[in-house]
């Protein structure tokens, strides 16, 4: 390792690699490189949808995180040469050399390969999407007069969830409130129709008994239609056909989200490293890369052993393994011997509609407007640098977290 000055270079800054690059500032020659200029607090790309929360608070830019000492590029890595120990930045002629790199560029979405997924569903990982998926639910309110009969209306305004894992059920169930509340603003009649589409036997499989009760309770408030045993064989710009029991069926919809599953994300496919069957990077239980002691993987591109199983795929995993990644690229900087971690399931609090959620903690789980509270209190604890934590617990007590309604394209202020 070269003594000076060592070429840390991190691709991918979200939970993986911008807690790494907060905790390395200092250690080496810094560089985080990222396709977006900011980072985004995913777990609460849910409450961007609904205006529960600003841009500002949950996707801060870089530039307002980093320290001056550490350089940020954007733009999307191309080709990661473990050889050679350069990174090549799409439409950048020059490669970024590094003496030690951290991978971090997560997953994205899955489409499992069916037909028209890619094209016509939206997926839900980006403020982009949810900017997206909010002017749809727009568009299809605006072209519903207040006059049209209810069967027409709720079939104008049929929106469609795929997947029923968190994401799905967090997804739709603020999908209906918001779209319940813009049916009594505008004063049309019936109601609409949000559907979550699960090919498996349960919703939310991954979570405990505790909190699934309170999910089940809120779907039935938010009135989601789910339909478990189901799968999505075909979509369209405006149908989703399912699959049940052997029938298939088209349903018309206003839009369809995407929210059925991650995949790794290209860069790691193209690497010649050990791999898991489903493309994961293999890590030693110090988050290097098997034969390459100078490059580190985490979060939802590595299979970590030493972790409550739970939590793969999580930000709560990246996060906290981005601690141990900084304190090994550190160690091996001072020659000396890195570290291993076990890692715990830290909690879990999900946003059910837009007037409650539920919140897993020490074991007890709770729910209504309280947990709402808590999971506010718990992300502002969360979100990246203490001045940003600060501005924002201040801004949500302060100016508050009311959802900004759908209101129609001409009114609408901010979208
Ligand atoms: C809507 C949503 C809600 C979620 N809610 C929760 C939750 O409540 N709790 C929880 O624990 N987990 C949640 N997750 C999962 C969590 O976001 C991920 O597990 C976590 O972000 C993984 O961290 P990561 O660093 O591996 O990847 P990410 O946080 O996804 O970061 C990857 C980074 O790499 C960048 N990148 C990608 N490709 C390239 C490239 N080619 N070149 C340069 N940069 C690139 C991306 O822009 C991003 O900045 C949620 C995910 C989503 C999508």
């Avoid at 049309?188 to 129709?193: A, N, S």
């Amino acid at each position: 390792m070269p003594a000076a000055e060592p070429r840390i270079v991190i691709v991918g800054g979200g939970f993986g690699g911008l807690f790494s690059a907060l905790e390395l500032a200092g250690a080496g020659s810094v560089t985080l490189i990222s396709d977006e200029d900011h980072f985004l607090f995913t777990p609460m790309l849910y409450e961007y949808l609904s205006g529960e929360v600003e841009e500002w608070h949950i996707a801060p830019k870089y530039r307002e995180l980093l320290d001056e000492n550490i350089r940020s590029v954007q733009g999307a890595v191309a080709n990661v040469d473990l050889t050679q120990e350069r990174v090549t930045v799409e439409a950048s002629a020059e490669p970024i050399e590094y003496d030690i790199l951290v991978l971090a560029v997560g997953g994205v979405t899955n489409y499992a390969g069916v037909p028209g997924a890619e094209e016509f569903a939206i997926p839900f990982r980006k403020i982009a999407h949810a900017d997206l998926l909010r002017s749809c639910m727009v568009a299809a309110l605006d072209h519903v007069p207040p006059n049209l009969p209810p069967q027409d209306t709720r079939h104008a305004l049929t929106f469609a969830v795929v997947g029923a894992g968190a994401s799905g059920v967090e997804l739709s169930t603020k999908m209906a409130d918001l779209l319940r509340d813009a049916f009594e603003r505008r004063a049309l009649t019936g109601e609409p129709r949000v559907l979550v589409i699960e090919m498996g036997q349960t919703i939310v499989p991954g979570m405990g008994d505790p909190i699934r009760e309170f999910v089940a309770e809120a779907l039935t408030k938010s009135r989601v239609e789910v339909h478990t045993l189901t799968r999505v064989v075909r979509i369209t710009p405006n149908t989703v056909t399912v699959e049940h029991n052997g029938a298939w069926t088209d349903i018309e919809t206003a839009a369809v989200v995407w929210t059925g599953g991650v995949r790794v994300n290209p860069v790691v496919d193209r690497l010649a490293i050990e791999k898991t069957n489903r493309g994961l990077i293999l890590v030693e239980p110090t988050l290097q890369v098997r034969a390459h002691e100078n490059v580190f993987a985490l979060g939802d591109i590595a299979f970590f052993k030493d972790a409550t199983p739970t939590l793969a795929g999580t930000a709560q995993l990246a996060f906290q393994q981005a601690g141990l990644v900084a304190r090994n690229v550190r160690a091996l900087i001072d020659g000396e011997q890195l570290h291993t971690k076990h890692f715990e399931e830290m909690g879990e609090a999900v946003s059910l509609g837009t007037a409650r959620a539920a919140v897993l903690a020490g074991g007890k789980a709770f729910g209504g407007l309280l947990a709402r509270q808590a999971r506010f209190a718990l992300y502002t604890s969360r979100l990246p640098t203490w001045h940003h934590r600060l501005k924002v617990g201040a801004s949500w007590f302060f100016e508050g977290t009311t959802p900004r309604p759908l209101l129609p394209l001409g009114i609408q202020q901010d979208t």
